[in-house]
């Protein structure tokens, strides 16, 4: 007699749920048509995707199309092609959105905060003087003054011109 089943039903749901995370999102974002995931760029080995729970306006992620977690995992050309779009994607969110400033990060590791900690990803959030003074303060829902679809249109509009 399984006695688990009887008095942790929940457990069932628990293990569905943990089975479901396997799934990567990034590699799930680029299957799916650009707009659903809100891909604004796809280069040749990475591409440039809006975060859904952004920290702020123009919150986007840079990552490669394979697979992998840490920095050393990156061929040359990956981590050539990380640098060109960080980069383009700083000019493009400078003349979009007028930042005083910019946080850039990669979050290597649960400890370090990563959410998606077995595919690596580049954060780069605009910032303005007196939006927030700290990033791990965050974590709490903000009203954003732009929705994420008009961000997406925005920002595609603005690499495909720069691409
Ligand atoms: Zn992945």
Redesign the pocket.
């Known amino acids: 007699m399984k006695l688990n089943n009887i008095w942790t039903p929940w457990r069932l749901s628990y293990i569905k749920e943990a089975d479901k995370i396997k799934t990567?999102?990034?590699?799930?974002s680029f299957k799916k048509p650009d707009r659903d995931s809100y891909i604004v760029y796809k280069g040749k080995t990475c591409f440039v995707v809006l975060n859904i729970y952004p920290y702020n306006n123009g919150h986007i992620m840079i990552?490669p199309y394979?697979?992998v977690a840490s920095l050393e995992d990156l061929n040359e050309e990956e981590r050539t092609e990380i640098m060109d779009l960080m980069v383009k994607s700083i000019k493009i969110l400078s003349s979009e959105y007028n930042p005083h400033g910019f946080n850039i990060g990669i979050n290597l590791g649960k400890a370090a905060g990563a959410g998606?900690e077995?595919?690596l990803h580049v954060h780069i959030v605009p910032r303005w003087v007196g939006d927030t003074n700290f990033m791990p303060v965050l974590g709490e829902t903000k009203v954003l003054p732009e929705l994420l679809d008009s961000t997406w249109d925005r920002l595609r509009k603005a690499f495909n011109r720069v691409a």
């Open positions: 990567c999102i990034f590699c799930e990552a394979r697979h998606v077995h595919h």
